[in-house]
C-alpha cells in the first residue's frame, strides 16, 4: 500500500503540470530495469513481456529502464533483432499507463553504435539514455568523456558505473569529475558493488556542484545501506534518492514500498537488519556464489514463480541457473517472506497478461 500511495504524490505532483522527467528523478524514483520475456525457442513472447510492464506499472515504479544488462545486451545482435521491438513494446504499455513514468533506455557500444541508439530513444520518446561504457574497455579518459559528450548531445544522459564482474570497468574519481561537468547529465546509476568506487562517484557530483544530478543506486549489495545513507563532503550534503535496479524487477511492489520508506527514515539497527536480508536475498537471486553467472536467469526463476514468465530463458542457451543456486532462491524465499509481492502478483497477473 505505501508503494500505491507513493505513486498517488508523484501523480499529483506531475499531473498538475507538465511532467518534467529531471525534476521526478531528482525527487527520487523506484525504477526496475525490464527483463526480457522469451518462448521456449527463445523467441519474443509479446504477451509476458508487456505483462512485465504492466506490473512494474502497477507495482508503483516511477520509470522503466528497458534495453539494460537485465533486458540482455544480446538483443542489439543484428541476428536477434530485438532492441527496436523491446523498447517500443515498452514504450507503449508507459503510454498507457496512469501515471507518467521516466523513460530510460539503455546505450552501449562504440560511439558510432551508441549514438545510433540513443537517436531511436529520442525518437521512441524516452527521456535519457543509460550509458554502459563496457565496450569501451581499451579508451583512455580523454576517448571516454568525448564518447559521453557524443551521446549527451543526442539524448539526456544518465551515467552508469557497472561492477567489473558484469562487463564494466574500474572508473577514476577523474573520470566522474569531468563527466560530471556534462551538462546533459542527469543522472548516475552507482552500481560497482564497491564503497570506495561508490564514493568516488558521489565526490565527484558534489565537486562539481551539480546539484541537478541526480543519484542512483544499483548497488544490489548494499542497497538499503545506499538510500538512508547521508554523503557530506565539503561542507555539501547528497543522498542517493533513488534506485534503477535489475534486483528490483523481482518483488517490485514491496520494493517501491522499501525505496518509500527508505527516504523518510534514518539508519537504525531495524533498518540495517533489513538492508542485510535484502543483499541476502540478491545474493541468491544474482548468484554471487558464482561470480554473477546465474543473475538473469535468477530474476527469471522468481517471475517463472509467479507466473508472469513461462521459463527462465535466456538469449544464450548456457545462460541459465548455477548449480545451487535454485536452492538458494528457495531458502531466501522461506527466510523472508516480508521481502515478496507474491499475494500482488497472483490477484492482478491474469489481467496482466491479457
Keep these: 500500500m505505501a508503494g500505491r500511495r507513493w505513486t498517488n504524490r508523484l ?50 515504479a516511477g520509470g522503466l529502464a528497458v ?77 571516454l568523456i568525448a564518447h559521453c559528450r557524443a551521446v549527451a548531445e543526442v539524448i539526456p544522459m544518465v551515467g552508469f558505473y557497472l561492477q567489473p564482474g558484469v562487463g564494466g570497468r574500474a572508473l577514476p574519481h577523474s573520470f566522474w569529475r569531468r563527466f560530471a561537468e556534462i551538462e546533459n547529465v542527469v543522472a548516475i546509476k552507482i552500481a560497482p558493488f564497491n564503497r570506495y568506487q561508490t564514493l568516488d562517484v558521489i565526490r565527484a557530483v558534489i565537486e562539481a556542484g551539480r546539484d541537478d544530478i541526480a543519484l542512483y543506486t544499483g548497488n544490489d549489495d548494499n542497497l538499503v545501506a545506499d538510500l538512508l545513507t547521508p554523503y557530506r563532503i565539503h561542507g555539501r550534503e547528497r543522498r542517493i534518492t533513488g534506485g534503477l535496479l535489475g534486483h528490483w524487477s523481482v518483488w517490485t511492489e514491496r520494493a517501491v514500498e522499501l525505496h518509500e520508506r527508505c527516504r523518510q527514515a534514518d539508519a537504525t539497527p531495524e533498518w540495517l537488519r533489513l538492508g542485510i536480508e535484502v543483499t541476502d536475498s540478491n545474493a541468491a537471486f544474482f548468484d554471487a556464489a558464482n561470480g554473477f ?62
Design 11 to 60: 501523480i499529483l505532483k506531475f499531473t498538475m503540470d507538465v511532467f518534467d522527467p529531471r525534476a521526478a528523478l531528482r525527487q527520487g524514483l523506484a525504477i526496475p530495469a525490464h527483463p526480457l520475456a522469451l518462448t521456449s525457442h527463445r523467441r519474443l513472447d509479446e504477451r509476458r513481456q508487456r505483462a512485465l510492464s504492466r506490473y512494474y506499472i502497477a507495482a508503483g
Design 293 to 354: 553467472r546465474g543473475c538473469i536467469a535468477g530474476l527469471h526463476e522468481i517471475l517463472r514463480r509467479q507466473g508472469l514468465l513461462e521459463g527462465i530463458w535466456c538469449l544464450d542457451e548456457h545462460e541459465t541457473l548455477s548449480p545451487g543456486q535454485l536452492a538458494e532462491i528457495d531458502r531466501v524465499h522461506a527466510a523472508y517472506p516480508h521481502l515478496n509481492d507474491d499475494t500482488f502478483v497472483a490477484t492482478h497477473r491474469d489481467k496482466w497478461l491479457r
Design 67 to 143: 534495453g539494460v544488462h537485465t533486458t540482455q545486451f544480446a538483443i542489439r545482435d543484428p541476428k536477434i533483432g530485438l532492441f527496436q521491438p523491446v523498447l517500443t513494446l515498452a514504450k507503449e504499455e508507459m503510454d498507457r499507463a496512469p501515471h507518467p513514468l521516466v523513460r530510460i533506455g539503455g546505450v552501449c557500444g562504440p560511439t558510432r553504435q551508441a549514438l545510433a541508439e540513443a537517436s531511436l530513444l529520442r525518437e521512441l520518446g524516452y527521456h535519457a539514455g543509460l550509458l554502459s561504457l563496457g565496450a569501451m574497455g581499451q579508451a583512455t579518459e580523454e576517448e
